[in-house]
């Protein structure tokens, strides 16, 4: 299968630990142990340039590409990515993983992780209707009507690998939830006629799919026994897998 029309738009690396309210008191420490990372090993010294609070439970900081979510739960870090910032999964953990040694002294919530996830945004283009596409290959329903959008919602949940082989880590499991949905290229309306925007309007023309790819540990673990490296490896395979299966998305227009 093609993989050219599968665009990387966003990357997500996040943890959750056991809810933890004392972050809530010590978010200045935390974004202080953050800051201190700029310019140094493989963070921009620019990497966050804006801070908010959008609750009491987390706070925000932000910069051209970047996003750092520290809450009561845990910590998820996203990036951006386009041909100008061309993050990696690979750049996008190392920075994950020096932000989480960085202040798990200070939550004491480092030996309390129960899930750690993975997150692919992708985008594809090129379809005349990509709600229709999906209906025409999946959905063998007999519908009245153009198809005008999609959103499809699955969740799969295995045993993990350690889980089969290790009876101490026969609770760990992992769940993938994969999202489907029809969009429209807003910005092509800009340069077209008044009488054709109606008409374009109705047509999405690209497909979002984000993979959501999580590892949760029954009971829970320390950072060091969370093995981040090990489940960025298999979320990259069912990544390539996903590509390669019927899905066919390359041959639908």
């Known amino acids: 299968m093609k993989e050219d029309r599968w665009t990387l738009k966003k990357l997500h690396i996040g943890l959750r630990h056991q809810r933890t309210f004392m972050v809530s008191d010590i978010h200045g420490l935390m974004i202080d142990a953050v800051l201190a990372?700029?310019?140094?090993?493989?963070f921009p010294s620019d990497a966050f340039t804006q801070i908010a609070r959008p609750d009491v439970l987390s706070v925000l900081l932000t910069g051209?590409?970047?996003?750092?979510?520290?809450?009561?739960?845990?910590?998820?870090?996203s990036a951006a990515v386009d041909e100008e910032h061309p993050a990696t999964?690979?750049?996008l953990e190392r920075m994950?993983?020096?932000?989480?040694?960085?202040?798990?002294?200070?939550?004491?919530?480092?030996d309390k992780i129960n899930r750690i996830g993975i997150v692919h945004e992708f985008e594809l283009s090129g379809f005349e209707n990509s709600a229709k596409a999906?209906?025409?290959?999946?959905?063998?329903?007999?519908?009245?009507?153009?198809?005008?959008?999609?959103?499809?919602r699955l969740a799969l949940k295995n045993p993990s690998s350690s889980a089969l082989i290790d009876p101490a880590k026969k609770g760990d499991y992992v769940t993938v939830f994969?999202?489907?949905s029809s969009e429209r290229e807003q910005e092509e309306l800009e340069h077209i006629g008044a009488e054709e925007e109606e008409k374009v309007e109705k047509?999405?023309?690209?497909?979002?799919?984000?993979v959501d790819h999580q590892l949760c540990y029954v009971p829970p673990v320390s950072w060091k026994k969370a093995r981040l490296d090990a489940h960025i490896a298999t979320s990259e395979k069912y990544i390539d897998q996903l590509k390669e299966?019927?899905?066919?998305?390359?041959?639908?227009?």
């Open 134 to 152: 999906i209906f025409a290959e999946h959905l063998k329903i007999d519908l009245k009507g153009i198809p005008d959008s999609i959103f499809i």
């Open 178 to 180: 994969l999202t489907i």
């Open 37 to 42: 990372l700029q310019g140094k090993g493989i």
């Open 245 to 253: 299966s019927r899905i066919n998305i390359n041959e639908m227009k």
């Open 96 to 110: 994950f993983a020096t932000v989480v040694r960085g202040i798990a002294t200070l939550t004491n919530a480092g």
């Open 64 to 77: 051209e590409t970047l996003t750092l979510n520290l809450n009561v739960d845990g910590v998820i870090l």
């Open 89 to 91: 999964l690979e750049s």
């Open 203 to 210: 047509l999405p023309t690209l497909l979002k799919l984000t």
